[in-house]
């Protein structure tokens, strides 16, 4: 697969994959109160602070095939180390913070006691979430994604350790770039790898205004 | 209904609830100055705030969770859910019934199709009220639903309130800092202060001296230019022009006069033999409940101990017409 491509794909699997545990996280991390919650809390922006390559370097830990976790899913035909799902694995935890932050603060703004009135109107604690948090989270929800996926996108220091610099199959485009800076007339390609990252990047922005713009519009023409 | 509660929450402020009321009332006010305890208690009987034991009607409801315990819950801030349409915040409910009824009778049937942005702030009120009343709930707890409106609005959205509670049977208990705001859409009431129980009883007996601006509501049929029938007697009332039919009308009741003769020449233009159908106590004054005009005539102790004011009583109620409020058509 072409780096931009595969950038491109593992950019848009990790913030698939990190939506659903990241919204859950969020709510738990604003709508709960229990002793453990700090530490969770330090956990999920553990990734933002420390060093990606001892991220990534945690993560091979973790997902060595030799490792429990590592071996389960190697046998379960999901090998990650060393394969394109170990950048995707990169990009969903370094990218996980940056989302969760996000969500979190729109989650903030909604008045706790619209959820007690959903509540006393019938709705139970899920369906609650579902038709008042969720909805009314969106425009953290979007913002968040985008970060992670721009997040994702420039990966490198936990890529390389996790997938290592594979031609064709996990090499991504921090990681193609880098590699065309050891080899003496790289600059075309380097500047082709260059583009296509603006282009992803600008194009994700521009996704997620059009998004909250439909999301706006839905809302106006009910008016 | 009949309410007994049990509330003792401590919370880390230092503030402390702990109050016990048993009553019995088809709505139940609870006054008492900021801070006093009126918001906590209304959320242990909602089920939002834990910590007491809840029985209505003699049922006891104090494991019920919030969401199966069928209370129309109104907070002072209306929140209504800015994502749906009003229409569709009064369909929130699972078990939301007749709501283009609670809208008509709520005033906000033009903006079911808004957003809620886009309404004012009485309608944003009555519309959060309107929701509650659809949900069908059996009870409704109202905390200071139109605190912040303008004396104008808050008495419309009050008589709105009063009637939609008429017309769809409903209990509720209504918070307010002021006893005299509570009077009339109560029929017994608590005074909170520091957290306990001051007073309970008959919702006038709870006033403080000083208290006065109790208000009436009532609705009459327009039968001429400024004349308005009300049951079997016709008030002089200044009532926009073009309109006809059901009105809804307020006068406080400090304003309406109690004498034991016709006075001879007198600028008010309303003056009526009645009856007294109940005399009450409040605070250092006395509440006069009339035949008719059905309304409450708040004197000083001397001026009922004057006249011999008693049940059963004929009395004349002399009220001017610009004392009298149109507040809108009633539905």
Redesign the interface.
Known sequence: MSPILLSLTVGLTATAISLPPGILVSWILERTRWPGRGLLHVLVLLPLVLPPVVTGYLLLKTFSPNAGLGSFLQGAGMPVAFHWLGAVVAAAVVGFPLLVLSVTLSMKAIDPRMEIVSRSLGRSPGSTFWRVTLPLSWPGILAGSVLSFARGLGEFGATIIVAGRLPRETETIPLAIYSAMEVPGGEERIGVLVAASFILCVAAVFAARALDSWHRRRLELNR | MRFDVEARVRRRSGFTLEASVSCEAGSLGIVGPSGSGKSTLLDVL?G?EPGGRVSLDGRDVSNV?????????V?Q?P?L?????VR?NLE?????RGVEDVATALGILDVL???PR?LSGGERRRAALA??IA?QPQLLLLDEPFAGLDERRRREAMSLLDQARRRFALPMVLVSHFAEEVIALTDAAVRLEDGKVAAVGPSASVLRAGETQIDNFFTGCVVGPSLVRCGHVDLHAYVPEGVAGDVRLACYAHDVLLATSEPKEISARNVLWTMATGVEPAGEAVLVTLAAPPVKSLITREAADRLGVEEGKRLVAILKATSISYLGPAS
């Not at chain 2, 969770?65 to 819950?73: A, D, E, Q, S, T």
């Not at chain 2, 859910?81 to 349409?85: A, D, G, K, N």
């Open positions: 909602a939002v969770p919030l969401h199966r315990r069928r209370v129309g819950y907070t801030d929140l859910f800015p994502h749906l349409t569709r929130y409910a699972p078990g939301s199709d808004r957003m886009h929701r509650a949900s």
